[in-house]
C-alpha cells in the first residue's frame, strides 16, 4: 500500500470560541446523530464522537454500517470514570450499573457499533500525546492488511480541572473515512505515519501540550483548506511522528512512495 | 487442500505472566495441572460485598526512581512479569538485532492504573487537590503502562493501548501482528495488564454478576464471575530461521456484537463471527482446531452466548474449557494471559481442566473439560476473549 485515501472528514468543536479560531470548518454537538434513546445518557465524549463521524461518512457517502472503525482517545470517558471515582472514596457511594458499563474506553465504540448495527470490529485506542499518530498507524495497519475503507475517529471531552490542572480542554472530536491506496474522489492522500522533523505550528503548540487530541488540527487545516503541505506533524514532539501528504498529482507516484515508509 | 491466509502468522518467541495463578509461567503450569482455585478473599482493599478475587499476593517490585512517575499497581505488576523467566533478555536480545526503533509495544488494559487514582481521588476529597505524585497521563489514562514499559525497556517503536474492556489485550496481539506484517516493526512486545481495583469489583457488583464464592465457569449452577489481576507479556516477530520452533500467532479475528453494551448477543453472533474470523484469516478449517479455551466468565448471559456460539461454529467441537475459576476474570488482561495458557497447552502437551466445574450446563453442547487432560499434542488452538461493548476477538495459535 502506498497511501491512505482521505474520503471525509467531520470536525466537531463544541465551544463556539474556540471553532471560531480554528483554521477550517467545525459545528457544533448535532444531536441528531445520536439515537434518541441513547441522548440522555451519553457523554460529552460520545455526542462529540458521533457528530464528527457521521459527518466524514456524510461527507464520503459512505454508509457507517460497513466501516470498521478504530476511536481513539486520551481520556476516554473520563468524566464518567471521575463521577464513580469520587463515589468509590464514599462507603456508601453509589455506583450505578449504566455509569460502569459507559466507564470504559470503548463506549463510544460500542454505542457506535451499536446504533449503526455495524458488526465490523471496532477498537479504542489510546496513546497519551501520540495518540493521533498511533490512531493514524493503526488505521494504516488494518488497511494495508484488510484493504477496503475504515472510520477513525478522535476525541476527548474536557477533563475534570484538578485532575491536570490547566490542561484538558477545549473538547474537540474529528473522524476521517479512510481507504486503502489511492482512491477517486479522495481530500488528500495520507502516508504511513514515520518518525521524522516536520515542525509542528508554534502557534497551536502550547494548546496541543494541554490537549493532546488537538495535534490535528494541521492535518485537519489540510484536508479541509487545500493547503496540503508534504509533511505533515502529528504532536509538537522533536523528533516525532508525521505523515507525508498530497493531493492528486502532488502526491508521489507508485514507487516514490517506497521512500516514505 | 489448504485456503492460503490472508494474513502472515508471527512467531511467539518469548512469553511470560504473573497472576494469582502464580509469579511465572512455571508456576502458571503447576497451577493449571492442580486445577484448584486460586481465589481467595480480597487482601488489597475494603469491598462491602463478599467475594473471592485472583489477586497477586506476593511482593512487587519498585518502580525505578527516574520512573517514579509512573508508579501504579498496574505498571508494577508489569514490571513484575518482565523480570520473570529472562523475559526481559529476550526483549533486550530483539532490541539489539533490530534497532529499538523497529520494536513496537502495544499494551491491552482495561484498568490502567485506576487502583491508584482511586487512593488519589481520597486525598483529593480530603484536602480538594489531588496529591503532588499523582500524574494522571502517566497512572490512569490508558496507555500509562505502555509508556512505562517503552521506557524501563528503551524501545522506541510505536507504542499504544488498546481498551476495549475484556478483549483488549487479545485486541492488542491482532494489532501487533499487523505492525509486523505491514512491516513498520520487526519484534513487537504485547502486555496485557489489569490490576483489581474498587471501580472494577463495585462496578460489577452493580450489574449484578459477582459471585461470592469461586465461580464455576459454564456449570449448570454458576453463580457469577470473580475477578482477577495479572500481566502477561509476549514477544512476537517475524517468522525467521531462527524461531522455527516457537509456536505461531495465525490470526486473531475480530468482530462488533452490535447489540448491547453489557450483555453479549444471545445467539453469539459476534462471538460465532470472531471465531469464524479467526479460521478465514489464517486459511484454517474448523475441523483443524484440536481445542477452545474459552473466556467463560461463568455469567450465565456470556457462558450461554459462548455456548450458542461454539455450537453455531463447529459442527463437532473440539475439546473446549475455561481458566477463570483458577485465575478469575482478569478483565483486560484476559486475552493476554488466556492466549499464555493456551501456548503452554502447545508447548507441554495438555488441556487445561474448568476449575469449578461439577455439572455442565446442558446448553454446552461440546466435549467440556473438566480436569486436565494429559499427553495429548494439542496443534491448533483458539482463544476467546469477549468484552463489554460487543467487542469480540478469538486468538488462533498454532505450534511450532
Same mark, same amino acid.
Request: hydrophobic share 40%; aromatic share 4%.
Given at each position: 500500500?502506498?497511501?491512505?485515501?482521505?474520503?471525509?472528514?467531520?470536525v466537531?468543536a463544541p465551544d463556539?470560541d474556540f471553532r471560531?479560531n480554528l483554521p477550517f470548518?467545525a459545528?457544533?454537538?448535532?444531536?441528531?446523530?445520536?439515537?434518541?434513546?441513547?441522548?440522555?445518557?451519553?457523554?460529552?465524549a460520545?455526542?462529540m464522537?458521533?457528530?464528527?463521524?457521521?459527518?466524514?461518512?456524510?461527507?464520503?457517502?459512505?454508509?457507517?454500517?460497513?466501516?470498521?472503525?478504530?476511536?481513539a482517545s486520551v481520556a476516554g470517558?473520563i468524566?464518567?470514570?471521575?463521577?464513580?471515582?469520587?463515589?468509590?472514596?464514599?462507603?456508601?457511594?453509589?455506583?450505578?450499573?449504566?455509569?460502569?458499563?459507559?466507564?470504559?474506553?470503548?463506549?463510544?465504540?460500542?454505542?457506535?457499533?451499536?446504533?449503526?448495527?455495524?458488526?465490523?470490529?471496532?477498537?479504542?485506542l489510546a496513546a497519551g500525546s501520540d495518540t493521533l499518530a498511533m490512531a493514524l498507524?493503526?488505521?494504516?495497519?488494518?488497511?494495508?492488511?484488510?484493504?477496503?475503507?475504515?472510520?477513525?475517529?478522535c476525541y476527548d471531552e474536557a477533563w475534570p480541572g484538578y485532575l491536570v490542572p490547566g490542561c484538558g480542554n477545549p473538547a474537540f472530536a474529528y473522524?476521517?473515512?479512510?481507504?486503502?491506496?489511492?482512491?477517486?474522489?479522495?481530500?488528500?492522500?495520507?502516508?504511513?505515519p514515520?518518525v521524522g522533523e516536520s515542525i509542528f505550528p508554534a502557534d497551536w503548540t502550547d494548546s496541543v501540550n494541554s490537549m493532546p487530541i488537538l495535534a490535528a488540527i494541521p492535518l485537519l487545516e489540510a484536508?479541509?483548506?487545500?493547503?496540503?503541505?508534504?509533511a505533515i506533524a502529528l504532536s509538537p514532539h522533536m523528533p516525532g511522528w508525521q505523515v507525508?501528504?498530497?493531493?492528486?498529482?502532488?502526491?508521489?507516484?507508485?514507487?516514490?512512495?517506497?521512500?516514505?515508509? | 487442500?489448504?485456503?492460503?491466509?490472508?494474513?502472515?502468522?508471527?512467531?511467539?518467541?518469548?512469553?511470560?505472566?504473573?497472576?494469582?495463578?502464580?509469579?511465572?509461567?512455571?508456576?502458571?503450569?503447576?497451577?493449571?495441572?492442580?486445577?484448584?482455585?486460586?481465589?481467595?478473599?480480597?487482601?488489597?482493599?475494603?469491598?462491602?460485598?463478599?467475594?473471592?478475587?485472583?489477586?497477586?499476593?506476593?511482593?512487587?517490585?519498585?518502580?525505578?526512581?527516574?520512573l517514579?512517575t509512573y508508579?501504579?499497581?498496574?505498571?508494577?505488576?508489569?514490571?513484575?512479569?518482565?523480570?520473570?523467566?529472562?523475559?526481559?533478555?529476550?526483549?533486550?536480545?530483539?532490541?539489539?538485532?533490530?534497532?529499538?526503533?523497529?520494536?513496537?509495544?502495544?499494551?491491552?488494559?482495561?484498568?490502567?492504573?485506576?487502583?491508584?487514582?482511586?487512593?488519589?481521588?481520597?486525598?483529593?476529597?480530603?484536602?480538594?487537590?489531588m496529591?503532588d505524585?499523582f500524574y494522571f497521563t502517566k497512572v490512569q489514562t490508558a496507555q500509562a503502562?505502555a509508556e512505562f514499559?517503552q521506557l524501563?525497556?528503551?524501545?522506541?517503536? &510505536?507504542c499504544y493501548a488498546?481498551?476495549? +474492556?475484556? *478483549?483488549?489485550? !487479545?485486541? %492488542? $496481539?491482532?494489532? #501487533?501482528? /499487523?505492525?509486523?506484517?505491514?512491516?513498520?516493526?520487526?519484534?513487537?512486545?504485547?502486555?496485557?495488564?489489569?490490576?483489581?481495583?474498587?471501580?472494577?469489583?463495585?462496578?460489577?457488583?452493580?450489574?449484578?454478576?459477582?459471585?461470592?464464592?469461586?465461580?464455576?465457569?459454564?456449570?449448570?449452577?454458576?453463580?457469577?464471575?470473580?475477578?482477577?489481576?495479572?500481566?502477561?507479556?509476549?514477544?512476537?516477530?517475524?517468522?525467521?530461521?531462527?524461531?522455527?520452533?516457537?509456536?505461531?500467532?495465525?490470526?486473531?479475528?475480530?468482530?462488533?456484537?452490535?447489540?448491547?453494551?453489557?450483555? &453479549?448477543?444471545?445467539?453469539?453472533?459476534? +462471538?460465532? *463471527?470472531?471465531? !469464524?474470523? %479467526? $479460521?478465514?484469516? #489464517?486459511? /484454517?478449517?474448523?475441523?483443524?482446531?484440536?481445542?477452545?479455551?474459552?473466556?467463560?466468565?461463568?455469567?450465565?448471559?456470556?457462558?450461554?452466548?459462548?455456548?450458542?456460539?461454539?455450537?453455531?461454529?463447529?459442527?463437532?467441537?473440539?475439546?473446549?474449557?475455561?481458566?477463570?475459576?483458577?485465575?478469575?476474570?482478569?478483565?483486560?488482561?484476559?486475552?493476554?494471559?488466556?492466549?499464555?495458557?493456551?501456548?503452554?497447552?502447545?508447548?507441554?502437551?495438555?488441556?487445561?481442566?474448568?476449575?469449578?466445574?461439577?455439572?455442565?450446563?446442558?446448553?454446552?453442547?461440546?466435549?467440556?473439560?473438566?480436569?486436565?487432560?494429559?499427553?495429548?499434542?494439542?496443534?491448533?488452538?483458539?482463544?476467546?476473549?469477549?468484552?463489554?461493548?460487543?467487542?469480540?476477538?478469538?486468538?488462533?495459535?498454532?505450534?511450532?
Open positions: 500500500m502506498d497511501c491512505m485515501s482521505l474520503l471525509g472528514v467531520g466537531c463556539p471560531a470548518p459545528f457544533a454537538i448535532n444531536r441528531e446523530t445520536i439515537p434518541p434513546l441513547l441522548r440522555r445518557r451519553s457523554s460529552q460520545m455526542q464522537a458521533f457528530s464528527a463521524a457521521s459527518a466524514a461518512c456524510e461527507q464520503a457517502q459512505r454508509s457507517p454500517s460497513s466501516l470498521p472503525a478504530i476511536f470517558e468524566n464518567t470514570t471521575d463521577q464513580i471515582c469520587n463515589q468509590l472514596v464514599k462507603t456508601d457511594g453509589v455506583m450505578s450499573p449504566s455509569a460502569f458499563h459507559n466507564s470504559v474506553q470503548n463506549t463510544a465504540a460500542g454505542y457506535w457499533s451499536i446504533a449503526q448495527q455495524c458488526t465490523q470490529p471496532a477498537t479504542a498507524l493503526e488505521a494504516w495497519c488494518q488497511l494495508a492488511c484488510q484493504g477496503g475503507e475504515l472510520l477513525l475517529v473522524a476521517l473515512l479512510l481507504a486503502a491506496g489511492t482512491v477517486d474522489g479522495r481530500l488528500m492522500q495520507i502516508s504511513r514515520q484536508a479541509l483548506t487545500g493547503r496540503v503541505p508534504q507525508h501528504a498530497g493531493v492528486a498529482s502532488a502526491y508521489p507516484k507508485t514507487g516514490d512512495g517506497e521512500k516514505w515508509r | 487442500m489448504r485456503i492460503s491466509p490472508l494474513i502472515s502468522p508471527v512467531a511467539v518467541t518469548a512469553y511470560q505472566c504473573v497472576s494469582a495463578g502464580g509469579d511465572d509461567v512455571d508456576a502458571l503450569y503447576a497451577s493449571l495441572l492442580a486445577n484448584r482455585p486460586c481465589l481467595k478473599p480480597l487482601n488489597l482493599f475494603d469491598i462491602p460485598f463478599d467475594t473471592v478475587v485472583g489477586e497477586v499476593t506476593s511482593a512487587l517490585p519498585d518502580i525505578r526512581r527516574d517514579q508508579n501504579s499497581r498496574n505498571a508494577r505488576l508489569a514490571l513484575k512479569a518482565l523480570e520473570q523467566g529472562g523475559f526481559r533478555a529476550e526483549v533486550e536480545r530483539a532490541v539489539a538485532l533490530y534497532g529499538a526503533t523497529r520494536v513496537g509495544l502495544i499494551l491491552g488494559t482495561s484498568t490502567s492504573g485506576i487502583y491508584d487514582s482511586e487512593n488519589a481521588y481520597a486525598r483529593l476529597q480530603q484536602d480538594g487537590v496529591p505524585n503502562t514499559l524501563e525497556l528503551g524501545l522506541q517503536g &510505536p488498546i481498551s476495549t +474492556a475484556c *478483549s483488549s489485550s !487479545a485486541k %492488542a $496481539l491482532a494489532a #501487533a501482528q /499487523r505492525l509486523l506484517v505491514t512491516d513498520c516493526c520487526d519484534a513487537v512486545l504485547v502486555a496485557g495488564v489489569d490490576s483489581l481495583c474498587r471501580l472494577t469489583l463495585r462496578g460489577f457488583n452493580s450489574l449484578q454478576l459477582i459471585s461470592a464464592d469461586a465461580c464455576r465457569p459454564m456449570d449448570a449452577g454458576r453463580q457469577g464471575i470473580n475477578i482477577g489481576e495479572g500481566a502477561a507479556l509476549l514477544l512476537l516477530e517475524k517468522p525467521s530461521a531462527d524461531n522455527t520452533d516457537r509456536p505461531r500467532l495465525l490470526a486473531v479475528g475480530e468482530s462488533s456484537d452490535a447489540h448491547h453494551m453489557s450483555a &453479549p448477543h444471545p445467539e453469539g453472533l459476534g +462471538a460465532a *463471527s470472531a471465531m !469464524a474470523q %479467526a $479460521l478465514r484469516l #489464517a486459511g /484454517r478449517d474448523v475441523s483443524e482446531v484440536d481445542y477452545i479455551n474459552l473466556h467463560a466468565t461463568a455469567s450465565t448471559l456470556n457462558d450461554l452466548a459462548e455456548a450458542r456460539a461454539v455450537a453455531s461454529v463447529f459442527a463437532n467441537p473440539p475439546p473446549c474449557s475455561g481458566v477463570k475459576g483458577l485465575l478469575g476474570h482478569t478483565l483486560g488482561a484476559a486475552g493476554a494471559l488466556e492466549v499464555v495458557v493456551s501456548l503452554l497447552a502447545l508447548e507441554r502437551g495438555f488441556l487445561p481442566g474448568t476449575c469449578g466445574l461439577q455439572m455442565p450446563d446442558p446448553e454446552c453442547r461440546f466435549p467440556l473439560v473438566t480436569a486436565p487432560e494429559l499427553n495429548v499434542s494439542p496443534r491448533l488452538i483458539l482463544s476467546n476473549a469477549f468484552g463489554f461493548g460487543g467487542n469480540n476477538a478469538s486468538v488462533l495459535l498454532e505450534a511450532a
